[in-house]
């Protein structure tokens, strides 16, 4: 029987693959124009806002929510996966900085927008593969490990830090 923390880690996985899939072809679309175009710019910053408040959540859920429940039985390259959410959080970082200069430097070929491309693309990548490992790898892990019950403090958990997220907020998450 599925768990429900790991059905809704699942969920946020596809929410957060659409919104990686639009930010891959905002910067395809870009990437053949002088200058980033205003519907672009407005989609970059609805992008980053999701990001910001979605993608934390997520990356609370499993840090704080999910992870200290099974952290004590997981292999050395399944706790890597932890160290995942700092080169996510590094790259995101440099994607939030290219999106807020974009306004004052539209041009394609300026700082803002190689950055977005840049730290687009590997977060892009980061976080594809980072949910490939945790799909293939930790959650079947988790189903095995994990009782009901723990599935039930889990999900409290994840509703308590998506009500009060800065009561879970870590230097290592998003800001």
Do not use: W
């Amino acid at each position: 029987m599925p768990l429900r923390s790991i059905e809704i880690l699942r969920a946020e996985h596809r929410a957060i693959e659409k919104a990686l899939v639009e930010l891959e072809g905002l910067i395809d679309d870009f990437l053949t124009d002088d200058e980033v175009p205003e519907a672009s710019r407005q989609a970059f910053h609805r992008l980053a806002d999701f990001l910001a408040h979605d993608l934390l959540i997520h990356i609370m859920r499993e840090d704080v929510g999910l992870l200290p429940s099974v952290e004590a039985r997981l292999s050395e390259t399944d706790a890597r996966l932890l160290d995942d959410h700092e080169e996510i959080t590094r790259s995101y970082h440099g994607l939030l900085a290219g999106i807020r200069e974009l306004g004052r430097q539209p041009a394609t070929a300026d700082p803002p927008a190689i950055r977005i491309r840049d730290f687009g693309r590997a977060l892009i990548e980061e976080l594809r593969e980072h949910q490939c490992r945790e799909e293939r790898t930790l959650f079947p892990l988790v189903e095995n490990l994990l009782t009901e019950q723990d599935d039930e403090q889990i999900v409290a958990r994840f509703k308590d830090i998506a009500a009060r997220p800065q009561a879970f907020f870590d230097t290592r998450h998003l800001a």
